[in-house]
């Protein structure tokens, strides 16, 4: 276990090490940018816009990615459907981090009753599949982005309680730790010189793997047509309404489908090479 | 820690095993059912009855009535809905006006088949990918298997299920999910290519974490000091790699199968519906979109109660496994 | 003059990737019914040399030269059958750490019987013997311990099944790589006294690998003292407890504290940190730390030289006392 907060400097150095952790960066780097891009509505085609005129085409160099059926670009909807997957997913998992790793630490430095009580909770939510329990959640929230959000937060929070949790437990029993209780230091200058620096490791790594579920969560929901609402372009639903037309229109299934792939890879490529970075035992398995 | 011992601790610090605590969280997991589902204002529920007064009888909206707890205060509500549920009232469907318990009870032997053929096929597949990657750590066989099992996590199953429906029905022209569904004591060829690429999707969810631990596993076991004693005794190289390593790097891998078996539930609900099967699944989703909420609060509930056994289940395998633990 | 039972010569061991030299270049003999004693820090090489007879070094580590000569084979470059029947049968190992050497999942009684299913059929007899060898290195209730796992025994009874496994087909040579090391003294007197009995009883060769000179004293006939990768010493136990040649040597017996001697002086240790095997370059690898050194030593490695009885491999001997 580590004593001093690990340098910034150090983690990225090691990072830098993995190319499978370099190649994740660069397709989680490539996806954000994308993102940026229709979030400022820099897009070549309007997603919503319908050129029906033009519809079914393969990929051209005025649609980069084919259109649909009704003649939308299929390249700038992929674009439009990755920001929003990411607003969503980015807004979970942050509201499930936090309130995660807060009760999480909080548990495990204040046991007894207190712990016991979180520890259930988290069981509980544990229990359900996370699609259905987000189904569930949206269902009777309804299906606006945020109650998404808040949906799928709901089943990533008991993942960091759990990992915030375990590191605390472990280091509130080391030796060094109670030297420094006995002596009288502050509870507050324990958790940060203490313990915040081995549980920051853990909890940036699941931060990133906890990302890539949510993404397939929230594209699952919207396949399901409990997302994003057409005609607006979310990646989940763009699958859902290329499904009668994949075989006369492969691009419409292929792209959004590459999208979610490449950012799910990235993602877990990133993770993967967290974990070897902020690793003291550094092995490379 | 080692992978072995690491799940090892998992599932004995979660408190599934002691009976109390399997209490506990079962009662748990209906408060927070109860309360998911409580946000649906009352007006739409009772609204609902007004409406499709027509299709239940009055026993049964009178039996729904209780089950919804309907003019008593909250926490009699749900005292209300747990007597009910106990005694086997799930409620009615407002648009068949089948009880929702015989509606379950046809719908589960579905899903059940379904995740057990899913993982059945998630573990070979993810075993062999996984033993074949350790051989060689580092090589090229080794970046393939890995890089399977990347692609098995992040292509999403709708996508793969889209897919393979596509291509089999359009190109190849055969799609026995096309025909209605058969069961499996009725027609059990049929049946089980109607499950075949359903549990094939589901199984390539599984593979891939399964893959990862079993190469995680039998890496980190190879190199135990027992491995080397067990050379050093002169036990020949298949031997040690049935009695010695594998056996060792088992509980891991059971453990991320009893895990997986469980996500496999939550997983059928996009393959059911993709492959028209009548799973539970499909039924939560149905209940979802037609404002059944009985439905839906029973069918989550049987779900959470089916994921716990599950939990409990490999629990008690990976006791028998492990002469480590004791009862 | 006898045939040695083993014979290495130039042993060289390296890391694959990267290499470094690990060992040197280390050469001796054991005749039959002898035991030798190897003496040296962590990191001289001792365990691996013990490891290399019966291939088994780690991954990434391999043997770099040199060839070990065991009934007319080379065992660096016996096939892996050939060596699958010696170990167990022929060669026997006991290693150092009893806790984590045994198969966790595997009764102990199936554990044993896998030494003899491995070299000759199972048959009725075979618990019998295996029940009788438990008897025989002391582990009390010996049907019940059959049927037992590993985690159900202490580190010094687990020891004792090790041996047991060991010796279970007779072996001509017993290795042993601190098998003390992980126990209590007491436990461990036990231990070297149950080996040593078993050795007279079965004139078996055997080579123990120690870090604890103390230990060696009253168990092997001779002695071999490695340090960074090289042997800078070895004799019968005699003549290297009473003479020590090598500066080495003579500051590992100086630091042993006396029963005798009650001055109560400070006890002297060696200068320095043990060398690293690959960072030696084409010198005497202890010269930083000795008190002999001069720039002879720095100039060119010492070889062994000398009898069976004594031989040494420095420039500036202690000298006869």
New interface residues.
Partial sequence: MKRSPLKPKGGLYYYMQSTSGIVGALLLLFMVIVSICAVFGWLPHDPLEQNVEFAMQGPSTTFWFGTDEFGRDIFSRSLDGMRRSLTVSVSAVSIAATIGVTLGILSGYLGRWFDQLIVRLSDVIFAFPAILLALAIVSTLGNSWYQTSLAIAVVYTPIFIRVARGPVLTVKEMDYVKVTRILGFSSLRILRKHILPNVTAPIVVQVALSLSWAILTESGLSFLGLGTQPPNASLGLMVSEAQPIAAFAWWALFFPSAFITIVVVGLNLVGDGLRDALDPARRSS | MSVGERTSRILLSTPVLRIGSIFTTLFGISIFVFLVLRVIPGDSIVGAFGIETGVLTPEQIAQLKIYYGIDKSLPMQYISWMQSFLTGNMGYSYSTGISIASLTAKALPVTIELALIGTILGVVMGIAVGTFSARKPGSIRDFAGQLFGLMALAVPGFVLSTTIVTIMANKFHYFPNGYEFVRLWEDPWMNLQQMLFPGLVLGIAVAAPVMRTTRSALLETVDKDFVRTAIGKGVNSRKVQTRHILRNSLIPIVTMTGIQFGYLLGGAVIVENIFSLPGMGRQVLYAITKREYATVQSSVMVFAILFITINVITDLIYRKIDPRIKQ | MSKPLLSVSGLGISTVQDPRTLVNSVSFEIMPGEAVGVVGESGSGKTLTALSI?G?L??GVSVAGGSIVFNNIDLTKAS?EMM??????DI??V?Q?PM???????KLGRQLL??IE??EKLDNGSVARVEAALREVGIPQVERAMES?P?EFSGGMRQRV?IA?ALLLSPKLLIADEPTTALDVTIQQQILALVSEQRRKRDMSMLWITHDLGVVANLVDRLIVMYAGNIVEAGTVQEIFTNPQHPYTHGLLSSLPSRTDKSRKRLTSIPGVPQKPWLVGNTCAFAPRCFKATAECTASAPKLVGTLEKSVACFHPMGDK
């Fill in positions: 019966l088994l780690p991954r892996p699958r029947n010696l170990r167990g049968s026997s190992m290693y750490d984590t050497a045994l198969n966790p999942v595997m896998e030494v491995s070299h796992y985690h090790m496994m």
